[in-house]
């Protein structure tokens, strides 16, 4: 018996012809007229978590698919069709599960590299404010002769930026304190911290200063540590 699509010789008790895969009827013999041929689901879904490689599930997902598939395409003799897509969806699947590693693990390179970059650039605002407030408590208090120096950055607002005045900046707390009054009745001596918001995360050090003008690092991180043990930035 021939098969009326392809010409291929079809034995008796064959399902389907070997070449084409058309289907053979229980009566032995070819139906006059054979039906659409269906598409694999499989095939269907492989190729959409395909387009999506760049999440890694959906890639395992499209790579599972689409084996099982072609699986099914192979199995189907013929009745069964999609595997470009299901091929697609494998390709884009490969792509996924080979690059979202890859991304990983350039962030895990990356991000502490960023981190410490942040930090220094923190450190090195901190220690440029402390310097700026000495020199607006020497304006203000050369301008404010009767009070001297201030313990309140809210007094140097017209001396400084916005951000410094709210003692927030750029991962650095800012604070006066330690005002005393000289013989005069003003304030002759004060002082000045920097410390992180973040321990290690804003920043490492602290910076601190007084009506010395002299500018100590403390490297724990303390305010207090960097005015009783800080010293000069090397």
């Given at each position: 018996m021939s098969c009326p699509a392809c010409g291929n010789n079809v034995t008796p008790g064959e399902r389907f012809c070997r070449v084409c895969g058309r289907e053979v009827a229980a009566s032995g013999s070819f139906p006059a007229t054979g039906g659409p041929l269906a598409?694999?689901?499989?095939?269907?879904?492989?190729?959409?978590?395909?387009?999506?490689?760049?999440?890694?599930?959906?890639?395992?997902v499209a790579v599972i698919l689409g084996h099982l598939s072609l699986s099914d395409i192979r199995k189907s003799a013929g009745q069964l069709k999609g595997d470009g897509m299901a091929i697609a969806g494998?390709?884009?699947?490969?792509?996924?599960?080979?690059?979202?590693p890859i991304i990983l693990i350039m962030a895990a390179i990356a991000i502490p590299n960023l981190l410490r970059a942040r930090i220094a650039a923190n450190e090195s605002s901190a220690a440029a404010s402390v310097r700026t407030l000495n020199t607006a408590e020497v304006s203000y208090s050369a301008s404010h002769?009767?009070?001297?120096?201030?313990?309140?950055?809210?007094?140097l607002s017209d001396l400084i930026d916005r951000?410094?005045?709210?003692?927030?900046?750029?991962?650095?707390?800012?604070?006066?304190s330690g005002c005393v009054p000289g013989d005069s009745g003003?304030?002759?001596?004060?002082?000045?911290?920097?410390?992180?918001?973040?321990?290690?995360?804003?920043?490492?050090?602290?910076?601190c200063s007084d009506e010395s003008d002299i500018i100590k690092v403390g490297p724990k991180g303390s305010a207090q540590d960097c005015l009783e043990n800080g010293s000069p930035p090397e």
């Open positions: 598409t694999s689901g499989k095939a269907i879904a492989s190729l959409v978590c395909g387009l999506f490689f760049f999440f890694l599930p959906a890639s395992i494998l390709v884009l699947g490969y792509i996924g599960v080979a690059f979202i002769a009767n009070v001297g120096y201030t313990c309140s950055l809210s007094d951000n410094l005045a709210s003692g927030r900046k750029n991962g650095y707390v800012y604070e006066l003003a304030i002759a001596k004060y002082q000045v911290v920097a410390y992180p918001i973040t321990q290690n995360t804003t920043g490492m050090r602290a910076f």
